[in-house]
């Protein structure tokens, strides 16, 4: 009875046993939110660097800049200007580096920075002095110049001095009214030189008051 029974219980976990493990439920997959919020936000991220690259590729042209500063006036060289590949707004209407050839020997026609860009503001085909226009040259010693230091543009008065022991005039003195187009410092002699753009009637007089060096610079207001 014993062996039968043995038998019955063998044969019975063979006969139950697989039931049972396919009654048994498969895992569940765990949902993991602030993973797959990750993977949306770098997709997101790389499309939005890859817009940026192209955009900043579609963008850049060569253009030109000051390789040091540039004061109004000046006539450019090709040595004050250098080409750079910069991705640039359209709206600042840059110079292309194309144009190089066509800018070189015109006056700047305001300060340009060095490192600044170009745009066709900065520069002027104006030719000094135009018709009916004359320009003269005086050499200053430090008593006779402003303590600032002259620009091309300003607005001075050349004023008659008085000789030593000579009595001021009676009246207003003696003026010329005239504008900065040149400053530089002389090898020969360390005087300022300034060229001054004064009417053409007013170039002889002054002229002659300039050669007695008894003058006077006086700087006005660059208020504008």
């Not at 949902?31 to 499309?47: D, E, K, N, Q, T």
């Not at 500063?69 to 006539?75: F, K, L, P, S, W």
């Not at 170009?118 to 003269?136: I, K, Q, W």
Request: hydrophobic content about 45%.
């Amino acid at each position: 009875m014993s062996r039968t029974a043995t038998r019955d219980d063998r044969t019975f976990d063979r006969e139950t046993g697989p039931a049972a493990s396919q009654l048994v439920p498969p895992p569940k997959l765990r949902r993991r939110p602030a993973l797959v919020a990750a993977a949306i936000g770098a997709i997101c991220l790389g499309a939005l660097l890859a817009a940026w690259a192209w955009t900043a590729t579609t963008n850049t042209q060569e253009v030109l800049v000051a390789r040091q500063n540039i004061e109004r006036g000046a006539v450019i060289e090709a040595d004050d200007l250098a080409r750079v590949q910069l991705s640039t707004d359209p709206a600042l209407n840059p110079v292309s580096a194309s144009e190089l050839d066509q800018i070189v020997g015109q006056r700047a026609a305001l300060d340009i920075a060095e490192g600044g860009m170009l745009t066709p503001d900065s520069f002027t085909t104006e030719v000094v002095p135009g018709d009916g226009e004359s320009v003269v040259g005086v050499a200053l010693t430090p008593a006779q110049a402003p303590g600032l230091d002259l620009r091309y543009g300003d607005t001075v008065r050349v004023v008659v001095t008085p000789a030593q022991d000579e009595e001021l005039p009676a009246g207003a003195p003696l003026v010329n009214d005239a504008t900065v187009v040149g400053v530089h410092v002389s090898d020969e002699t360390g005087q300022t030189v300034v060229d001054l753009l004064v009417p053409e009637a007013d170039a002889g007089v002054l002229a002659t008051r300039i050669a007695t060096g008894r003058i006077a610079l006086v700087l006005d207001s660059r208020e504008r």
